[in-house]
Structures are given as structure tokens and as C-alpha cells.
């Protein structure tokens, strides 16, 4: 899979909407302290599906939408889009929304889907809201001091097999 293009509108630092596209070879994301470098990786992993606060360096899921500064007032919801293409060569747009007080919704092609619906379009991919590729800042640390049983989940995301747990748990609860 390709990310081709990012968008973002109320996410975060991102008040305003804003449209990154992304060429294929290296990307960098370059700028000063605080500038919303981190956020955008966080929008990569929140549009795939990633709902621990933690993860999101939030204290619940709905802080990831635009506070507010001293001159400008918060805003009611957040959306991030991603557009990319699939390994067979095919585009797809994957958008999610979260109003305060609503919860967040997913689209797909613009149709709207389950949250787990966006879970399995990305966990075959070793893409993914947990995808070993997407590495924050401190994560490497974080490795380093992980127990046996939490190095070995990402050592599972890494291979690639981290999708067939998704695809269990799915069958379980049926
Ligand atoms: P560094 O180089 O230090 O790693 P960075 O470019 O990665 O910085 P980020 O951590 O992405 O920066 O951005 C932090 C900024 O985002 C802070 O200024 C913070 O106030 C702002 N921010 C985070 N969440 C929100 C929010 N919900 N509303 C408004 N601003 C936010
Ligand atoms: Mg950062």
C-alpha cells in the first residue's frame, strides 16, 4: 500500500483543512518544535483506526479535535482522509470523523463502514493503526524496555500475522 494523499481539517494543530500529497520515494516533514510534525503521523495511525488516547498523546479521543487558542475558537469536530493505493493497483479513500459528543464514523469510497471493516482493510497490509512501520517518537526506547509478551506482539505486527488475530477475534464473537 501507498499513501498518496493526507487530508486533515480540525485535527489537532490542523484547524484549518489542509491537503498533503505525497509522492512516491522518501517524504520528510520538516519544521520547528511544535509545529505538528508528530500530529501528522498521528493522523495516519487515527484514520486507520487507532483508538488508545494514549497512543494519540491525548487524554480521551476527542481531544484530538482543535482546541482552540488565544484567537481562535475550538472546533466541533475533526476529520482526517486518507487516499491511497492498494497493492493491486487500486485507489481508495479511507475517512473518519469525530464530533464532540457523537463518537467518531468511517467512510470508505465515501460509503459508510464499521470501524472493523477499517481494521481488516488494514491489517493484512502490515499497515495499520499498530503497524511496526509507523514508529513515534520514543518508540524505540519503548522496544528496548518491553516485556517478553509485548516484544513479541510487535515482532507478530511486523510479520504480518498480527491480521490473522484481528480475523479470529472477528470469527470468535460471531
Ligand atoms: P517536536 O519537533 O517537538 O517533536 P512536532 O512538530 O512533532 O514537535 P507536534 O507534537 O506534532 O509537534 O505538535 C504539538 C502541537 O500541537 C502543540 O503546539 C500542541 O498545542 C498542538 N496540539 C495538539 N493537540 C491539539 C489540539 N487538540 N488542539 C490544538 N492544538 C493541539
Ligand atoms: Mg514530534
Known sequence: MQIRRLRLSGFKSFVEPATLTIEPGLTGVVGPNGCGKSNLLEAIRWVMGENSPRSMRSGGMEDVIFAGTASRPPRDFAEVSLQAEADDGSDFEVMRRIERGAGSAYRVNGKDVRAKDVA?????????????????????????????????????????????????RDAESK
Not at 139 to 163: F, T
Open 120 to 168: 481488516l482493510t488494514f491489517a493484512d497490509a502490515a499497515t495499520g493503526a499498530h503497524s511496526p512501520a509507523l514508529v513515534s517518537q520514543g518508540k524505540i526506547a519503548q522496544v528496548i524496555a518491553a516485556k517478553p509478551a509485548e516484544r513479541r506482539m510487535m515482532l507478530e505486527e511486523a510479520a504480518g500475522i498480527a491480521g490473522l488475530h484481528v480475523r479470529r
